[in-house]
């Protein structure tokens, strides 16, 4: 039985991410955690600070949250595929956002966070939301992010761009072996330089291990030239049937320039395409 857990803010966004994974576990036997976290910081009414006693937080928080969340669990029964060993549960609580994240990884025993992110949007284009963005960064879970865009696909084929130094137990790469076991994917792994030159031994170590660690799967290497990697991932998905993106939290090189950086023109990817974030210390992925 696995554990996800569905933080939302009631966007349509949100739903998307909540459609998205509900249908990517279709077969198999979960619990679904809806989780939506309020933020008391700075609530205001009639232009005064609310003083947030147990009360307060319970009529103007606690009971419109569950209300929204009971409406999400009722159009999940009336709109999605019914699977009689998907379990729902909600969730509300009004702690700092990752704080929450983190006690209900640790409580629920969580396997995989799944949450939406709008993609670029606004004056500053940010890649992220802030919560999506912390989550990936602050959390010690499995976390797969999903753009607005995103449909779920038949998973033909999955990017895993890799610098090669591969400085982390190989079994974290667990989870992404069990997807492309179940979906019967085609892994890609890519390697982008900002010049060409030949990879160093301990390039070609971390090379031969993943070809090990992946050897009955289908996998394939490629190589590409390009001063910018989120450039070479988009020309990459686009030449290719590319559904996902996965990626290792540690491999902080790669992880900063694809996901962190501010300037997103014709960066479509964001918008489309999946991310599966891995990180060493997770739940196990059964």
């Not at 976290?37 to 103007?60: F, R």
């Not at 010690?140 to 890799?162: D, M």
């Not at 070809?211 to 009955?216: A, N």
């Amino acid at each position: 039985m696995k554990n996800i857990l569905l933080p939302t803010d009631f966007s349509e966004n949100s739903w998307n991410a909540i459609r998205y994974a509900i249908n990517f576990f279709e077969l198999e036997s979960c619990n679904f955690y809806l989780l939506h976290i309020s933020n008391l910081s700075g609530t205001v009414i009639n232009d005064a600070p609310y003083i947030t006693t147990q009360e307060v937080i319970e009529d103007v928080f606690t009971k419109p949250a569950k209300l929204k969340l009971r409406k999400i669990v009722k159009r999940i029964s009336t709109s999605l595929p019914v699977n009689k060993n998907h379990r729902f549960y909600s969730l509300h609580d009004y702690n700092f956002f990752i704080e929450s994240i983190r006690k209900h990884v640790d409580e629920k025993k969580i396997d995989v966070i799944v949450m939406g992110t709008k993609g670029a949007s606004g004056l500053k284009k940010i890649i992220l939301g802030s919560n999506t963005a912390n989550v990936i960064t602050k959390v010690k879970c499995t976390t797969l992010v999903i753009p607005e865009e995103a449909k779920l696909l038949k998973l033909e084929e999955i990017a895993f761009p890799t610098d090669f130094f591969v400085s982390y137990d190989i079994q974290l790469l667990d989870p992404l072996s069990k997807i492309i076991e179940k979906h019967q994917s085609a892994l890609r792994i890519l390697h982008i330089n900002k010049r060409k030159v030949d990879l160093s031994t301990e390039e070609h170590k971390g090379k031969e291990l993943l070809e090990d660690y992946f050897s009955d799967f289908k996998i394939s290497f490629h190589f590409l030239t390009n001063k910018k990697v989120e450039d070479a991932i988009q020309c990459f998905v686009e030449s290719r049937d590319i559904n996902m993106i996965c990626m290792v939290a540690k491999n902080i090189n790669y992880f900063q320039q694809i996901l962190f950086h501010s300037k997103v023109e014709e960066i479509s990817y964001h918008t489309e395409i999946p991310f599966l974030v891995l990180h060493e210390k997770i739940q196990p992925y059964e």
